[in-house]
């Protein structure tokens, strides 16, 4: 079935260095979302990326969709103490069914 | 987001006990998911649905019920608990096929 692979499982940071998260699908996407879960909480959705090459920017967080459509990115510059938490990729499982899987997420520790 | 309530937030059970975690969405979004998160394993779903009378497997349905007469609701029964479904439960929500979803605030079950 549709899997998409997520790496690395945990990152440990010094706060202001960069961050980046990958997922890596072995089939074409349609689509791609990325969620953030705070220590505690609830996966928040951050943003979804459509296009072949897509690139967003919020803020410190840059997300990238690759031109194969087959993997995706996040990188937060300068990373803060409040990025703390999971980092979440979800993709539509193929047949047009609105069955969303999730990556296995990458846990970020931020060290002041 | 209040939109979206789970309940019980918090539940300890017995082993081959009936459970119910119970789920409610007031946007009248089209499609409903659980998932159920466990260290190492991210987030899996466990079934979904595309709207009221319909219901779907996700990865991991074995052990689980689910039921959707109301657009609104979205039950989960474990219909003998296992020690292994002692997990975080989180109830989602979406309007449409691959838009945003939406958590709850999470059910946390635990299995004696």
């Known amino acids: 079935g549709q899997q998409v692979m997520q790496i690395p499982q945990y990152q440990h940071v010094q706060e202001g260095e960069d961050f980046t998260t990958y997922c890596n699908s072995s089939?074409?996407?349609?689509?791609i979302q990325w969620y953030k879960q705070r220590p505690g909480g609830h996966p928040v959705f951050l943003i979804q990326?459509?296009?072949?090459?897509e690139v967003k920017k919020q803020k410190r967080l840059t997300f990238q969709f690759g031109e194969a459509k087959k993997n995706s990115s996040l990188h937060i510059t300068a990373t803060q103490t409040t990025d703390v938490g999971t980092y979440f990729c979800?993709?539509?499982?193929?047949?047009?069914?609105?069955?969303?899987?999730f990556g296995q997420g990458t846990t970020l520790q931020v060290k002041p | 987001d209040a939109g979206i309530t789970q309940s019980p937030r918090y539940k300890i059970t017995e082993t081959g006990r009936q459970v119910t975690l119970m789920c409610h969405q007031t946007?009248?979004?089209?499609?409903m998911f659980w998932y159920r998160q466990d260290l190492g394993h991210g987030l899996r779903l466990i079934y979904y649905?595309?709207?009221?009378?319909?219901?779907d497997k996700g990865e991991v349905p074995d052990g689980y019920v689910v039921s959707r007469s109301k657009t609104e609701n979205f039950p989960l029964t474990l219909e003998s608990a296992t020690r292994s479904q002692t997990s975080v439960y989180f109830c989602?929500?979406?309007?449409?096929?691959?838009?945003?979803?939406?958590f709850g605030e999470g059910s946390w079950l635990t299995v004696v």
């Open positions: 649905s595309a709207a009221a009378d319909i219901t």
């Open positions: 979800a993709v539509l499982h193929s047949g047009n069914t609105g069955k969303l899987i």
């Open positions: 989602a929500s979406a309007r449409g096929q691959g838009t945003t979803i939406y």
């Open positions: 990326l459509v296009k072949s090459g």
């Open positions: 089939t074409t996407l349609s689509n």
């Open positions: 946007w009248s979004h089209s499609y």
